[in-house]
């Protein structure tokens, strides 16, 4: 997002003064300015109509383009915020160990989707980042530790995933399985329910 040039502001904001208060000196005494300078003060008018001109045409420029980085600014906060809410509702059931009297068959359902609801929440969370500017300090430490985790275990966990969505997983299989996506939503939890409330407090 492109930052506003405050100069540019500045300007425009003398620009406009300065057109304002010739308008009112020429339109006070119009015979005396044109005798005193020799222009007219029609030429006056339309100079300070010129000046007035670039002074609204810059405004309105600056403020649709302060409206499209609000606009820009809210969509980022909320890819942001359904990321986090997508793994504050995956984290707790991927961190519980499985009801031991389903079936194999079952649990190793119940593990695929946790493996699944996990990783799809830090990719969108990854995706959300990108470009996005942290303006709070314990939202940037939440959001930094999350991706810490993430990018160390990443590799393992996409293989485990892996393993448990091939032929022939057994409990011993699964066990593994079930071990490396507890620990991780275990460790994620808290930096997660951290960078919620860090953002919310950032919106608020």
């Known amino acids: 997002m492109k930052k506003i040039n405050w100069f540019q502001v500045a300007a425009c904001v003398a620009a406009g003064l300065i057109g304002g208060v010739l308008a009112a000196i020429v339109l006070s005494r119009p015979a005396l300015w044109a005798g005193l300078v020799g222009i007219s003060a029609g030429d006056w008018l339309q100079a300070v109509a010129a000046i007035v001109g670039v002074f609204l045409t810059v405004t309105a420029t600056l403020w649709l383009e302060q409206r499209k980085r609000d606009a820009e600014r809210r969509e980022e906060q909320r890819l942001i915020r359904e990321a986090l809410s997508m793994l504050q509702t995956a984290l707790p059931a991927a961190s519980e ?6 079936d194999l068959e079952r649990r190793i359902h119940e593990t695929q989707v946790h493996y699944e609801a996990v990783r799809t929440g830090l990719d969108t969370l990854s995706h959300a980042r990108q470009g996005y500017r942290v303006r709070s300090y314990n939202l940037w430490n939440a959001l930094a530790e999350i991706e810490a ?14 393993i448990v969505r091939g032929n022939h997983v057994t409990g011993a299989v699964l066990a593994i399985a079930r071990e490396k996506i507890e620990e991780l939503a275990q460790n994620l939890a808290a930096p ?9 407090s950032e919106l608020n």
């Open 97 to 102: 160990p499985l009801d031991a009297e389903w």
């Open 192 to 200: 997660v329910d951290a960078a919620v409330a860090a953002l919310c």
């Open 149 to 162: 985790v993430y990018t160390v275990v990443r590799p393992r966990i996409t293989n485990e995933e892996n």
